[in-house]
């Protein structure tokens, strides 16, 4: 145990690690007694984590749609230049 506590760094780690655990105790205390706080910043993560996703989707939804356009802006213009191709003499 001395030769753990005369090295800084693993006196350091430990340190990290305690307070790592404590924090996490206290959270899930809070969230177990209904604290308003601790749910009110799980809340604000939750919606940071779900909102960036969200805005992805919705992003995708739009460029997908965006490609629809655009096929079915190109499908008959397609068909138009086949068929003056047929109609025009060469």
């Known amino acids: ?8 760094k693993a006196l350091l780690a430990l340190l990290c690690v305690g307070a790592l655990v404590l924090s996490f105790n206290l959270i899930l205390f ?9 749910q009110e910043e799980v809340s604000k993560w ?14 995708e939804a739009q460029l997908d749609e965006l490609h629809r356009a655009v ?3 190109k499908a008959p213009q397609a068909d138009e230049d086949t068929e003056k191709k047929r109609i025009t003499p060469s």
């Open 71 to 73: 096929a079915h802006l």
């Open 30 to 38: 809070g969230l177990l007694r209904g604290d308003k706080s601790v």
């Open 1 to 8: 145990m001395n030769e753990l506590l005369a090295n800084p």
């Open 46 to 59: 939750g919606r940071a984590m779900g909102g960036g996703q969200e805005g992805r989707r919705r992003q």
